[in-house]
């Protein structure tokens, strides 16, 4: 009953997703790191059958892109783009590390944070529009689990930069050894799954991803001497869109050079 207690707790945290409600207890969010992944299964499956209904019904493309940048939020709720916002809030600050965590819990939005949200759905809409086979977009989709797995890894790797706030509440619970080994496996079965969709698109995402993984690590602890809960958000998003830049590049010198990777 714990394993569904935490899996509940994951969606409920993470997702709008209805699920049954639980208590908020320790006991109950042990293993939800674990779970985070599967709230990128649904927001990837959703896409694919998106996908698919474009090719079937011939749906424009610029209603494609911006349906397909609509999806994540509707099913995450916009949590981690929350978390993006604050983060560029506070890092565009200039300010100390003490301040600038203390800018990242207010909960407004400033000028900076508006101007980069404005810039990411801009560029998220472009790469979409340059997806144009099924097959990009199941990489594309798997980057949604992917995102997650390696944000739920930094999380219990990573060091903090404070001992509060939401992400600890999931952390400092978590049987780390067995949640560990259990998001390797998911890591493993998700990159696996890329590669095997299409080697070159599968294998251009999962380089971008490990680039965002090592500068995440880099900014977070220059910046703010560790992570945090929007920090972690911060980087699922950097995470998703790096992927999507990946597999979108090689479709696209795909197309260019269709010899080069014969």
Not at 85 to 110: F, R
């Amino acid at each position: 009953m714990n394993i569904l207690r935490s899996l509940c707790s994951a969606f409920l945290m993470y997702s709008r997703i209805p699920m049954p409600k639980v208590k908020w207890s320790e006991e109950n969010r042990r293993f939800s790191l674990v779970f985070f992944p599967l709230v990128g299964v649904v927001i990837g499956g959703i896409l694919v059958l998106w996908s698919m209904a474009r090719d079937s019904l011939g749906i424009n493309n610029l209603l494609f892109s911006a349906v397909s940048c609509v999806i994540p939020i509707l099913i995450s709720g916009g949590i981690h783009l929350d978390g993006f916002c604050d983060v560029i809030d506070a890092q565009s600050s200039y300010a100390p590390k003490e301040k600038k965590l203390e800018i990242m819990s207010d909960p407004h939005i400033g000028s900076f944070a508006a101007i980069a949200l404005g810039a990411y759905f801009i560029l998220q809409l472009g790469l979409f529009s340059c997806v144009g086979s099924l097959r990009t977009m199941a990489v594309v989709a798997l980057g949604y689990s992917l995102s997650r797995t390696l944000s739920a890894i930094c999380a219990i790797t990573f060091k903090s930069a404070k001992n509060g706030g939401t992400l600890q509440s999931f952390v400092k619970p978590a049987d780390k050894r067995v949640s560990i080994i259990v998001l390797f496996v998911f890591l493993a079965f998700i990159a696996a799954g890329m590669i095997f969709i299409d080697y070159i698109t599968g294998t251009a995402a999962l380089i971008f991803a490990a680039f965002s993984v090592l500068f995440f690590r880099l900014f977070s602890y220059k910046n703010f001497g560790g992570i945090t809960g929007d920090l972690a958000g911060f980087f699922l998003q950097i995470c998703e869109i790096a992927v999507l830049f990946g597999a979108a590049a090689a479709e696209i010198i795909r197309e260019i050079s269709p010899n080069l990777f014969a």
